[in-house]
């Protein structure tokens, strides 16, 4: 008896389904590419900034017990899944999981957290190119100077600082040093009532830092695969 034409058909792998389709699409143009292409999309700032942050705020030693159960149970196996679902099928995030189209939610949930962890890196980066600008000029830096418009009362240089007796100097006596001001007053701008006070779109420096930004970004994609592995490489 012949199958019903509507009859559901098995997932087939993405180069048996468009041959054309297979040839025109971009790949890595080596081993090291690759590698450093996956070595980019797991090491990150949360690695090198954060985790030292939150490993001494948990616990220190004692939080690295279950960080490395957690890792070894579902960090690295979920890392080899996508990695061997992407070289198989060698389709986007939501496509491939027709293999198992119960899963499929798992791709779309990727994509969702990928666009709000590049949210949070893009902003990181304005951050660094914000203080990177800074760096370039031929004065004092101005985190290191009392006299700045963003400056309050209470701030002290660092020479102040070392002839005053810093026991207690930051607690009692409500005195800030001009790298924090610098922070909080003029790259966050940050309001005195806090989150229900959403301030004024007057933080130019940041605006154009995140239009660099996105740029940087967008010119180490716009060539493709090819062109992202030589940015790797770089």
């Known amino acids: 008896m012949m199958k019903s034409c509507d009859e559901e058909k098995p997932f087939q792998p993405h180069h048996s ?35 030292p942050y939150i490993t001494y705020q948990y616990g220190g030693g004692a939080f690295l017990i279950p960080y490395v159960l957690f890792a070894l149970c579902c960090g690295i196996p979920m890392f080899f899944l996508e990695t061997s679902l992407g070289q198989y099928t060698r389709i986007n995030a939501i496509d491939a999981w027709n293999i198992i189209p119960i899963m499929k939610g798992v791709g779309i949930g ?46 002290i240089t660092y020479h102040q600082a070392m002839e005053m007796n810093v026991t207690g100097l930051f607690g009692k006596e409500n005195k800030t040093l001009p ?39 967008y010119f180490c994609l716009w060539r493709g695969t090819k062109w992202t592995g030589k940015v790797n490489d770089w």
């Open 17 to 51: 389904l468009n041959e054309k389709r297979k040839d025109e699409r971009e790949t890595w143009q080596n081993e090291r590419e690759t590698f450093l292409s996956a070595l980019g999309a797991v090491v990150g700032l949360g690695n090198i900034w954060r985790f």
């Open 110 to 155: 990727a994509v969702f957290l990928a666009m709000y962890f590049s949210l949070y890196y893009i902003t990181v980066m304005a951050w660094a190119l914000n203080y990177f600008y800074h760096t370039l000029r031929t004065t004092d830096l101005p985190w290191t100077r009392c006299d700045n418009w963003f400056n309050t009362n209470s701030c």
């Open 179 to 217: 790298i924090v001001e610098f922070w909080n007053n003029f790259v966050l701008r940050k309001s005195d009532s806090g989150l229900e006070s959403i301030g004024e779109m007057d933080n130019w420096p940041m605006v154009i830092c995140m239009f660099v930004a996105w740029a940087i970004i």
